[in-house]
């Protein structure tokens, strides 16, 4: 159980146009959703908190026109980078909060490897 | 504001033995949560274990446990037996309310498991 798939879990896409991302919790309800960013042999930065039915939450340094979040339903979340430029190439991690059992976890999906050419 | 350091950038073990990875975090909170993260790969991040700090007692899963030392702020994770499966990026990571507030992570440490 417990099952966050990510798609596409790689894209390609050319500098100025836009690309999306969606994360879903496949077997249960997730009201909050997080989005992460991990560079090259780096950690994971939280980008912005993801919450059901509302604006997302971002972190101070975050872009939220260049990074859309919305969090249409329990069970999707989609990550939209607008007027993508090289340096937005990254690895993009999403995760959903499982609230079955306290203290809730964090289930992470298998990232997005997002290259802008 | 919260910070997690993990001072080994890379570690590495022989098959079958002991290895400990290092943690250390800063927080005003009295109430919060550790974890260690595992990050093969694969790149799937799955989580290894988790520790309450209100809680005394280390915890412990299988061949993984951890020694929490609230005072010194440090939260060092033990893998004994050392399997080839292990190896891969460990971070450690702090969040004040477990896990439905944003995790905190660490640089991580590469975890090489040899033969």
């Known amino acids: 159980g417990a099952v966050v798939s990510q798609h596409p879990s790689r894209v390609i896409c050319k500098s100025g146009t836009s690309v999306k991302i969606e994360c879903r919790s496949l077997?249960?309800?997730?009201?909050?959703m997080f989005w992460y960013r991990q560079f090259p042999k780096q950690s994971l930065m939280l980008m912005a908190t993801s919450n059901e039915g509302s604006k997302a939450t971002y972190e101070q340094g975050v872009e939220k026109d260049k990074f859309l979040i919305n969090h249409a339903s329990l069970t999707l979340s989609t990550l939209t980078v607008t007027s993508a430029h090289p340096e937005d190439s990254s690895f993009y991690i999403c995760s959903a909060l499982g609230t079955v059992t306290w203290p809730y976890e964090q289930y992470f999906g298998p990232g997005t490897r997002l290259t802008v050419t | 504001a919260q910070t997690v350091t993990q001072s080994q950038p890379e570690m590495s073990v022989q098959e079958a033995e002991t290895v400990t990875l290092s943690c250390t975090y800063d927080t005003s909170e009295s109430d919060y949560y550790l974890f260690w993260y595992k990050q093969p790969p694969s790149r799937q991040i799955i989580l290894v274990i988790r520790?309450?700090?209100?809680?005394?007692q280390n915890a412990t899963e299988n061949r993984f446990s951890v020694n929490f030392q609230k005072a010194a702020k440090s939260f060092s994770l033990k893998i004994s037996d050392s399997q080839l499966g292990d190896a891969a990026m460990y971070f450690c990571a702090y969040s004040v309310q477990g896990g439905s507030e944003k995790l905190v992570f660490g640089k991580g440490t590469k975890l090489t498991v040899n033969p």
């Open positions: 520790q309450e700090a209100y809680k005394q």
């Open positions: 077997d249960f309800q997730a009201t909050t």
